[in-house]
């Protein structure tokens, strides 16, 4: 049985061989280009679209006639302003980005800081320091249901401003934000075969345990089906079923409809956690989206709101503990 690590290297290789292919149809298209991931590719996508930066970046040895080159993850729950932020802060240099995405420089700019909640202006300026620039705009795991979207428009707007030959290409989970892109053919990314979305479902169900995977494999097979070889999935429900393996509990879920597609897989697997631990999880969505806690920081927290329910004999931190490692097990919270 091969390694999870050896299956999601094989995905990265996958992508990675694409990439060439990819920039020969991007150099031909008129300015959108789609691809189509399957649900709970996650990073994976963003990797993907790292790929084809660097590759223009790095390897196209002064055949890239791009300015500047952006590469952003956008998740379904995008802001525009957000976006535009991250966007005119690399192109006029105010301020270092945080992420890895390092696009052209503008030494010539002296307009002063933009705030991001005067999204009219940040518009207005992203679109003065476009004007006559070739751009490459990646955006990652993008999320649009047609053409005439609100946000779709406020986006692609100071776009206009850029030179002949300005490209960009989306990454989405759904045919839908392709088709609103005018994409009819979005390209689909490649995945594990059958088997090996097997062995990766089967490395996060019993991986690292003393549990013989033998009585397991028939029901899970049934299960990693249902799945769809969406990885998210494989995560969260091989996490919840290795929580507790029982063959029993493992033929039950493998009759279960809801897993037959990823959200209901990801709702099964929170709903079949303990109600503490979902209490845990609950109280993070008070934090702002990508914000970043620490473990010692979230535990005391955990403890002080009395989250964490021990016996007399049992530790609180070692409780609280063991409740983080079910949801980083269960992928609900990831660890960086």
Known sequence: MISW??????????VRHQVPAVIVVLVNATLWLAYMALQGLGRLTLQFARYIRDYIKYDMKGKNSFDVIWCIHASETFNVDDIFDEMFKDITQVEHSDSEDLPGKNKDSEDPPVKKKDSGKLKRKLKKALTGKCFLFILDDFWVENRND???LELVS???AGRKGSKILVTARTEKPCLALGDYHPTEMPDLDEEQYFEMFMHHALGG???SQEQFIPAGRDIAKKLHRSPIAAVTVGGRLGITPDVKSWERAARL??????RGALWWSYQHLDADIRRCFEYCIIFPRRYQLKMDELIDLWTAQG???????EDMTCAALSYLEVLLSCSVLKST
């Open 307 to 313: 989250f964490v329910k021990t016996t007399a004999s």
């Open 5 to 14: 690590q050896t299956c999601f290297r094989l995905r990265h290789q996958m």
């Open 209 to 211: 345990t003393d549990v």
């Open 158 to 160: 100071p776009l206009n």
């Open 150 to 152: 609100e946000e779709l």
């Open 257 to 262: 409809d809801v897993l037959n597609n990823t």
